[in-house]
């Protein structure tokens, strides 16, 4: 009895096997077909373990930035209330795949060095050296890479209290000379009006002073004043005569 009880599941087996055997095999050919790899060309980079614990994106490529170069602008010279000039300023970005990047530097980069977004180029009167006319004035150049990365870097140079006219001021000076008697500057001064404020300044050479005649009489001569300021000449007249 055992032996046909045995016999009969080996037949059902058998039936049971024949019965779904197609059914599996499709359901293998099915399974199989999800473990295709995709032809390697499709692939734009490898899949790391980065991919993975999603730190980086697929189908991106990623450089590290090494150095980040400032150029600071050519002007270093300024006049008051004269607007930033940024010629000839860069920013050089360069990768670790050796590409590097160019950008011109534009006026939103620039802030005082506290952060101040705008720039006073307009000093009070006592900032500027009494003897120089000048002010030295740093800003700020800060760029930011897209990747996050931040650079700054000092940008210096100079504002003038520029000369704007001259005028010859009081009345003490020579004005009335002999025949053949040489020019005398004693107590000529001129007023120097500047950009901001004003201030008395004494003439102390001769070769300031054009025009001046005395071989015979003239009526009203005109003389020629030139002074002179960090490049800038400025001119003013008064008249003479000889007797």
């Not at 009494?130 to 931040?150: E, L, M, W």
Request: net charge neutral; proline share 5%; hydrophobic share 35%.
């Amino acid at each position: 009895m055992k032996i046909k009880k045995i016999l009969a599941i080996q037949i059902t087996l058998i039936m049971l096997i024949d019965l779904f055997l197609p059914y599996l095999m499709l359901l293998t050919k099915s399974y199989n077909k999800t473990l295709i790899v995709p032809n390697p060309t499709t692939i734009i980079e490898p899949i790391t373990e980065e991919w993975a614990n999603g730190k980086l994106k697929p189908n991106k490529i990623h450089n590290n930035v090494t150095s980040i170069i400032i150029k600071t602008p050519t002007k270093t010279t300024y006049m008051h209330g004269e607007e930033l000039d940024l010629a000839g300023g860069t920013i050089t970005i360069n990768y670790d795949n050796g590409v590097s990047n160019t950008v011109i530097i534009t006026k939103d980069m620039i802030t005082e060095v506290d952060g101040t977004k705008s720039v006073n180029m307009r000093p009070n009167e006592f900032e500027y050296d009494s003897i120089t006319h000048r002010f030295s004035k740093t800003v700020q150049i800060t760029y930011t890479d897209a990747s996050g990365v931040t650079v700054t870097k000092p940008y210096t140079f100079d504002i003038i209290n520029d000369i704007k006219s001259i005028s010859v001021y009081g009345d003490k000076h020579k004005i009335i000379y002999n025949v053949k008697e040489p020019l005398d500057i004693m107590n000529l001064e001129i007023l120097v009006r500047r950009a901001i404020g004003t201030s008395i300044v004494a003439v102390t050479d001769p070769s300031m002073i054009s025009g001046f005649k005395n071989d015979k009489s003239y009526e009203d001569l005109p003389l020629t004043i030139t002074y002179s300021e960090n490049g800038i000449y400025r001119k003013c007249h008064y008249t003479t005569n000889v007797m």
